[in-house]
């Protein structure tokens, strides 16, 4: 349907200009440990406008046409993208609109995005616990658009599903519209007043909507970014579906501490001889999947948690003498420590080679 087009009555910018996604540098994982592997940035640009090597992950202007779908492949909110659905309020409760601008090209008006994929399951899941039940959703034909190979809308919207429904919530109810009857639909719920407001005050509200829905947008949805998806509903008994399952092979495991000291949320951690895992923590940002030199923690998207603790074994390391902790139990071998396990225990730290 052409390239899309202005907002209308010219309030806003143009999606290639200040709209592009944001980096928050403290949030993705290249910060927290050099090796990290992720590149779903990199990977979900259909346009190839994500730069990654060993000095720097940037954004290429050039090549970036601000269509979001970076936003919800970050595992950890990092990339904040420009658009959101819109929510009215209609027969009492909250509804969201959101189209694509290759089905209705007037990109900037309430609720028109570039792309209905970059509606990831965070952004899902914050609008289900804001009390939203519908969806009403119009998209062209994802099968001719170069951004159809990213992850659909669809997928996201199982996932929420599997999630609320395992909570025991009814999953919200999507619809899909032609261009014509969303924004119809759209707009008549865009022009239902409020309860309280006289007709001046209606109409006030009306004409600055469209500049508060920028603000909003910044300081509501996108704030909330780096929310693992697990904590939008966290788990409250056993045998309950969440985003992220991580677990150990306690065989495999040396007790270094590694995976715990760099998770950026916590999801594992050590308390009191004990590694706790916390699936509603997880991200799958993968840091202690590459942090793990002997491959012993595993991620599973969309699964039961299988583990929530390890129990740890102290030991004292036979070679430097030091005190350690292993999950292996008392005969189970790990009589060094990680340390000298690496560096060959039997050598001499202190000897100068010729």
């Given at each position: 349907?052409?390239?899309?087009?202005?907002?209308?009555?010219?309030?806003?910018?143009?999606?290639?200009?200040?709209?592009?996604?944001?980096?928050?540098?403290?949030?993705?994982?290249?910060?927290?440990?050099?090796?990290?592997?992720?590149?779903?940035?990199?990977?979900?640009c259909?346009?190839?406008?994500?730069?990654?090597?060993?000095?720097?992950?940037?954004?290429?202007?050039?090549?970036?046409?601000?269509c979001?779908?970076?936003?919800?492949?970050?595992?950890q909110?990092?990339?904040?993208?420009?658009f959101?659905?819109?929510?009215?309020?209609?027969?009492?409760?909250?509804?969201?609109?959101?189209?694509?601008?290759?089905?209705?090209?007037?990109?900037?008006?309430?609720?028109?995005?570039?792309?209905?994929?970059?509606?990831?399951?965070?952004?899902?899941?914050?609008?289900?616990?804001?009390?939203?039940?519908?969806?009403?959703?119009?998209?062209?034909?994802?099968?001719?658009?170069?951004?159809?190979?990213?992850?659909?809308?669809?997928?996201?919207?199982?996932?929420a599903?599997?999630?609320?429904?395992?909570?025991?919530?009814?999953?919200?109810?999507?619809?899909?519209?032609?261009?014509?009857?969303?924004?119809?639909?759209?707009?008549?719920?865009?022009?239902?007043?409020?309860?309280?407001?006289?007709?001046?005050?209606?109409?006030r509200?009306?004409?600055?909507?469209?500049?508060?829905?920028?603000?909003?947008?910044?300081?509501?949805?996108?704030?909330?970014?780096?929310?693992?998806?697990?904590?939008?509903?966290?788990?409250?008994?056993?045998?309950?579906?969440?985003?992220?399952?991580?677990?150990?092979?306690?065989?495999?495991?040396?007790?270094?501490?590694?995976?715990?000291?760099?998770?950026?949320?916590?999801?594992?951690?050590?308390?009191?001889?004990?590694?706790?895992?916390?699936?509603?923590?997880?991200?799958?940002?993968?840091?202690?999947?590459?942090?793990?030199a002997?491959?012993?923690?595993?991620?599973?998207?969309?699964?039961?948690?299988?583990?929530?603790?390890?129990?740890?074994?102290?030991?004292?390391?036979?070679?430097?003498?030091?005190?350690?902790?292993?999950?292996?139990?008392?005969?189970?071998?790990?009589?060094?420590?990680?340390?000298?396990?690496v560096?060959?225990?039997?050598?001499?730290?202190?000897?100068?080679?010729?």
């Amino acid at each position: 349907m052409g390239e899309p087009g202005l907002r209308r009555f010219g309030l806003g910018p143009e999606p290639g200009e200040v709209l592009r996604p944001e980096v928050i540098a403290e949030r993705c994982v290249h910060s927290h440990l050099e090796q990290a592997t992720c590149r779903a940035c990199v990977d979900a640009c259909p346009r190839g406008a994500f730069v990654l090597d060993d000095e720097r992950l940037g954004i290429d202007t050039d090549r970036c046409d601000a269509c979001g779908l970076c936003a919800p492949a970050c595992p950890q909110g990092a990339v904040l993208d420009a658009f959101a659905p819109v929510t009215y309020r209609v027969g009492g409760e909250p509804v969201a609109f959101a189209a694509c601008e290759r089905a209705l090209p007037v990109i900037g008006e309430p609720g028109i995005m570039p792309c209905l994929h970059a509606l990831g399951l965070r952004h899902l899941l914050a609008l289900r616990r804001d009390g939203v039940a519908r969806l009403v959703f119009s998209r062209a034909d994802c099968r001719s658009c170069p951004r159809g190979r990213a992850t659909p809308i669809d997928t996201h919207l199982d996932a929420a599903r599997q999630i609320l429904e395992g909570r025991g919530l009814a999953p919200m109810l999507t619809v899909f519209l032609s261009p014509e009857h969303w924004s119809r639909a759209q707009g008549a719920a865009a022009r239902q007043p409020k309860p309280g407001l006289d007709r001046r005050a209606f109409f006030r509200q009306a004409i600055g909507s469209a500049v508060d829905q920028v603000v909003r947008r910044m300081e509501g949805e996108m704030a909330q970014r780096g929310i693992p998806p697990g904590r939008y509903f966290p788990t409250t008994a056993p045998g309950q579906v969440v985003p992220f399952a991580p677990t150990i092979d306690v065989e495999c495991c040396t007790g270094c501490d590694a995976c715990a000291r760099l998770c950026p949320e916590g999801a594992i951690r050590v308390d009191a001889d004990t590694y706790r895992l916390d699936a509603d923590a997880c991200t799958g940002c993968r840091v202690c999947v590459d942090v793990c030199a002997q491959r012993a923690v595993t991620i599973e998207g969309l699964a039961v948690p299988t583990q929530t603790e390890v129990s740890l074994h102290r030991r004292r390391c036979r070679a430097c003498g030091v005190s350690f902790h292993t999950p292996k139990p008392d005969g189970a071998g790990a009589s060094v420590c990680p340390v000298c396990t690496v560096t060959s225990h039997h050598r001499r730290l202190f000897q100068v080679l010729d």
